[in-house]
């Protein structure tokens, strides 16, 4: 069986961007960590990974060179950690068993993956993949995702939406309407699964619409 099928029993939907840490070798042979967001889409061949590093980056330079990465499952605040090297975390590395890149010490789960094409436009390397090993080590183990964050966003943004009317505060209302627009474009733009997409349409109904007066 294809390893990119187990993705699926992790929890993981087809079309949804994750947030996972993106560990790889630096030129010296030391390892590397970046956030990355990737999401997974099936076709003949198997899974596929997408993914988009910034040209300027480490992590792009690594994974051209080397050909292979490993997405981790961390909480979100090592994917924090691993963007911004902020110093409030440390991160610890050990050897893959499939491919040329580490993984995260206590990772939730890990995803071995190895480049099957790359392009690139002004900005960014555009990276498919396959996923060769998934590793599943913790209990908490299905990724992040920003797209059902932003959903609950919209959701809590608009839960308010009627108390402000109620309250006479059409500045208010406008605010809060407008925060909730940028969170629904937000969930279809990150994770348009037929669910999020319905809810999403259901606060755009229920919330955003002018109210009838007749
Ligand atoms: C949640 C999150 C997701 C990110 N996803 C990506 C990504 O998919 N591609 C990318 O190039 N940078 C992404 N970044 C920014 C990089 O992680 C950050 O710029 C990076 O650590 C710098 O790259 P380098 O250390 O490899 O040079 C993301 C940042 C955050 C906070």
Redesign the pocket.
């Known amino acids: 069986m294809d390893p990119g099928e187990d993705l699926w029993a992790l929890g993981i939907e087809e079309g949804v961007v994750y947030?996972f840490v993106?560990t790889t070798y630096n030129v010296d042979g030391t390892p590397?960590?970046?956030?990355?967001?990737?999401r997974f889409l099936r076709d003949r061949g198997g899974v596929t990974a997408f993914?988009?590093?910034?040209k300027?980056?480490?992590?792009?330079g690594?994974v051209l060179r080397r050909g292979s990465f490993v997405l981790n499952v961390v909480d979100?605040e090592v994917?924090?950690e691993?963007?911004?090297?902020s110093g409030v975390l440390s991160l610890e590395f050990e050897v893959s068993e499939r491919v040329d890149a580490p993984r995260l010490k206590g990772a939730a789960a890990c995803l071995e993956l190895s480049v099957s094409e790359t392009s690139e436009d002004e900005f960014?390397v555009h990276l498919r993949s396959r996923p060769l090993a998934v590793i599943v080590r913790g209990p908490n183990f299905k990724p992040f995702s920003?797209g059902h964050a932003a959903l609950l966003e919209a959701a809590v943004h608009a839960s308010r939406i009627p108390i402000y009317r109620q309250l006479g505060d059409s500045e208010k209302v406008e605010e809060l309407k407008s925060r909730v627009s940028y969170f629904l474009e937000t969930v279809a733009r990150l994770a348009p699964t037929p669910t999020l997409l319905a809810q999403s349409r259901a606060i755009e109904r229920m919330y955003l619409r002018p109210l009838q007066t007749t």
């Not at 590397?32 to 990737?38: K, Y």
């Not at 691993?82 to 090297?85: I, K």
Request: proline residues 4%.
């Open positions: 947030e993106c590397h960590a970046s956030a990355m967001g990737c993914s988009k590093l910034s300027t980056s480490r992590a792009s690594n979100p994917v924090v691993a963007a911004l090297d960014w920003r």
